[in-house]
C-alpha cells in the first residue's frame, strides 16, 4: 500500500468517523473496490487522461447511484486526480483503521486440509484470548504447507507447518561443519 493510499483512505475514514458512518462507508466501498476490480476495461477507462474529467465522474455518478454521496464524491476525488488505481490501497488503509478502532484483527490461516469446524473453533478461541482482539479467521487451503498451520496477522507470520520444519533442518544441516 503506498503513502498515497494511506493518506486518502484514512481521510476517507476520519470523515467517516466524524460522522458516524465507518461501517456504512467500509461496506460501500468493499463494493466500490470489488465493482472496479472486477471490470478491467471499466478501471482502465475511468484511468484514461485522454477522457474528460467530467465523462469520467458521470460514469462514477451513474454506476453508484444510490451510493452514500460521501463515497461517490470520493471516487470522483480519485478519478480527477488520476489515482483510481489507488482504490485497493485505500481500503486496506481504511479496513486497517476501522480494525484498530473496533478491536478487530484478521487472521489468514493456511493449512494443507480445511479446518474441521472444532479446530476451527478452538484456533478462534484461542487467538482472541492470545490477542484481546475480534478475531476474523479466514481460512487458505495450500497443499504445499503439507501439514500444521501457518497464520498471518496483524503483518506477523507465526509458520508451524511442516514445509518450514523442513526447511530450518535443511538449514541446519547446511550449516553444520563435518
Do not use: W
Not at 493456511?110 to 474441521?116: D, E, P, Y
Amino acid at each position: 500500500m503506498t503513502e498515497l493510499a494511506k493518506r486518502y483512505g484514512g481521510s476517507l475514514y476520519d470523515l467517516a468517523a466524524e460522522e458516524k458512518l465507518t461501517e456504512e462507508l467500509l461496506q460501500e466501498l468493499q463494493t466500490a473496490v470489488d465493482s472496479i476490480e472486477a471490470e478491467p476495461q471499466y478501471k482502465r477507462l475511468l484511468a484514461t487522461p485522454g477522457v474528460p474529467k467530467k465523462e469520467r465522474c458521470a460514469l462514477l455518478d451513474k454506476a453508484f447511484e444510490g451510493a452514500h454521496p460521501y463515497l461517490v464524491n470520493f471516487l470522483k476525488l480519485l478519478c480527477e486526480e488520476n489515482l483510481i488505481g489507488e482504490l485497493p490501497g485505500v481500503l486496506r488503509a481504511y479496513r486497517d483503521r476501522y480494525n484498530e478502532d473496533n478491536g478487530i484483527l484478521e487472521v489468514t490461516a493456511v493449512s494443507a486440509v480445511a479446518l474441521a469446524a472444532p479446530a476451527r473453533e478452538k484456533l478462534l478461541a484461542k487467538l482472541q484470548k492470545m490477542t484481546g482482539k475480534n478475531v476474523v479467521l479466514t481460512e487458505t487451503v495450500d497443499p504445499s504447507v503439507l501439514g500444521g498451520l501457518r497464520l498471518d496477522m496483524g503483518g506477523k507470520r507465526l509458520d508451524g507447518t511442516v514445509q518450514r520444519h523442513l526447511e530450518r533442518l535443511r538449514e541446519e544441516i547446511d550449516g553444520a561443519v563435518l
